[in-house]
């Protein structure tokens, strides 16, 4: 048999490309004709090709009418970046028997597309020269078949594999009309579509039909216009699409319940005071931030999103660099604690505390920096008051429960509040008053170095935050240590300024959230990663189902396979949830 194959196709690229996949279907190279336009295809209508593969765009039919005139018992097939379903609708009007759009088909879907479209286009021409004696014919098809009265669509036969499908009689079928095997809720649908579809060969695409026992199901529908017994008539195909139908619903109905659920958590982190984010490692891009982070830096989300790093640029000239050691350092040390002025979008400074933490990467996504950042700005206007006024510094720091004390360069005590005494006079039975050595025996080797080492980055200029974990019997203490150098009227630092608090409730909250946003990413990377395997699997199975062979014993596998992909997918699905339940447990806690 000739397999010449003619290629209509402006782009020689594509047409290489083109030319390349019908070689791995076993067509011979020089049987791939091409053709740069449809004009020029005049100059081979002598050739009797096995299909025509053009390359159509427009609306127009004027090329598709010349394909038909130069080639009329050569099937057609239309390649077309044109992904309007109108456009393809009124192609196939035209006579072509199917489309492939560029980019979305491969090379095993272009040959069953050739050869569905020979199928097609033979037994049209088969149909066309012998309507009578069509009934021998038709009943040694697989697929439900049936003839039915052009004007009134009442059944004039049907073939064996119909009578087998839908449970009628063949006898029954002869008293019935195509409304009768469809669904009362659709019949005037079905007329409307079906008076639209009178051309020649028309796809009435899915279709609910109803079986004798009740039993609904979808189908692919094809009608042929034919003559059958002198009487206008069409021939029709009925492709049992159930399974694949429901397969892409019960996938759509999944796609919405992890839209809910994404939602939910997503409700969980906007409830949440505190501006909670996350920025990749490496390049610091900013992946997520609940409301409060936006509410914080005085920009909406959208200019977040715009382009550069509102943050970065947005930091007090003196802190930049500062902030810009700590995140370099926090690779090494894998944590982050800085204190930070900031100029808000309203032009007013703010005072930033943030704490962060290097969150290794699952399944090859790159390391996350988690973290936290509060508003601290009154914190440290009143801290700065206090330095201003000396009286009022006595007043408020005796009153309250942080500790608070300066040293001069000799780590001797300036200044200290009564708490301050109070905490050493418990723990060491000293009274420490202005004088006195800050860093006494009372405290271990360990904590005596630290100490001295801030105590020297804060008389070199900085000012930082330190937290210190302390386990009693009743449980794990957390302290926060501010260090802040204090200046003279020279500019020159003469002192240091700390103050400490218990920061335990803060600090577990702190845990607490980022181990809910580790379970957050967990929970996102499940439904990334382990729900596209069963996804991809049943997208890959369904193009592989015999649709004009229903018998086929491949069928019964594929379709198996499809059922254990769809409950993995089930099982993925319920985890999920599960783990969403147990995380707004622990949240209402």
């Known amino acids: 048999m000739n397999k010449s194959i003619l290629v209509v196709q402006s782009d020689e690229q594509k047409f290489e490309l083109l030319k390349h996949q019908l070689i791995e279907l076993n067509y011979a190279p020089q049987g ?6 449809i004009d020029q295809t005049t100059l081979y209508c002598i050739h009797n090709f096995f299909v025509i593969i053009a390359e159509f765009n427009e609306e127009s039919k004027e090329g598709i009418e010349l394909l038909k005139k130069n080639f009329p018992i050569v099937p057609i097939l239309i390649l077309t970046e044109n992904t309007n379903h109108s456009f393809h609708t009124n192609v196939v009007k035209m006579g072509v028997q199917d489309i492939l759009v560029e980019g979305e088909y491969n090379t095993k879907m272009l040959g069953r597309t050739i050869t569905f479209a020979r199928e097609r286009h033979n037994f049209a021409l ?29 059944f004039m036969f049907a073939n064996n594999a119909a009578v087998s499908v839908y449970g009628y009689t063949k006898d029954e079928f002869g008293e019935m009309t195509l409304l009768d095997i469809r669904p009362d809720i659709s019949h005037n649908e079905f007329i409307d579509n079906f008076r ?28 042929q216009q034919i003559t059958y017994n002198n009487t206008p008539a069409r021939l029709a195909a009925a492709i049992d699409m159930h399974e694949q139908v429901s397969h892409q619903k019960n996938n759509a109905e999944l796609s919405n319940k992890l839209k809910q659920q994404k939602e939910q958590l997503d409700n969980i982190l906007y409830s949440i005071e505190d501006a909670i984010w ?42 930049l660099d500062n902030f810009i050691k700590a995140v370099n350092n926090i690779q090494k040390t894998g944590h982050m604690d800085i204190v930070y002025r900031y100029m808000h979008r309203d032009k007013t400074i703010k005072t930033l505390k943030t704490q962060s933490k290097i969150i290794k990467g699952i399944g090859g996504l790159p390391d996350m920096m988690n973290g936290i950042t509060i508003d601290i700005t009154k914190e440290q206007e009143m801290l700065e008051t206090i330095r201003n006024n000396e009286q009022k510094l006595t007043t408020t720091i005796n009153n309250t429960k942080d500790l608070i004390w300066s040293v001069n360069s000799k780590l001797e005590l300036i200044f200290c509040n009564k708490p301050f005494q109070d905490f050493f006079l418990k723990i060491a039975g000293v009274l420490l008053n202005e004088g006195d050595y800050v860093l006494g025996p009372w405290h271990d080797e360990a904590f005596t170095t ?5 105590y020297r980055r804060a008389f070199n200029g900085e000012s930082f935050t330190t937290v210190v974990e302390e386990h009693t019997n009743n449980g794990i203490l957390y302290n926060e240590i501010s260090s802040t150098p204090i200046r003279g009227h020279d500019g020159k630092i003469i002192g240091v ?5 218990d920061i335990t409730t803060q600090r577990k909250q702190l845990l607490k959230i980022q181990e809910q946003n580790e379970q957050f990413r967990e929970i996102a990377w499940v439904q990334s990663h382990r729900v596209r395997t069963p996804v991809s699997s049943i997208l890959g199975l369904v193009p592989l189902f015999d649709y004009n062979n229903a018998g086929n014993k491949n069928n019964i596998e594929i379709l198996q396979n499809i059922n254990l992909a769809a409950e993995e997918l089930d099982i993925i699905i319920r985890k999920v949830v599960k783990s969403i339940n147990m995380l707004e447990a622990k949240h209402e806690e």
């Open 450 to 454: 630290r100490r001295a080492e801030e």
């Open 497 to 501: 300024n700390c103050v400490a608090r």
């Open 126 to 154: 088969k149909t066309a020269e012998k309507a009578l004696g069509i009934d021998e014919q038709l009943e040694k098809i697989p697929i439900p078949l049936w003839i039915m009265d052009a004007a009134s669509t009442s």
């Open 278 to 319: 996350s920025r990749r490692a490496d390049t610091l891009e900013l992946v997520y931030a609940n409301n409060a982070y936006y509410q914080l830096y005085g920009y909406p989300e959208l200019e977040f999103n715009g382009g550069g790093d509102i943050v970065l640029s947005s930091i007090h000239a003196d802190d």
């Open 32 to 37: 791939i004709i091409h053709c740069p336009t």
């Open 196 to 223: 639209k579809n009178i051309n020649d060969f028309s796809d009435l695409r899915y279709s609910y039909h109803k079986k004798k026992n009740g039993e609904l199901f979808y189908v692919h529908m094809y009608t």
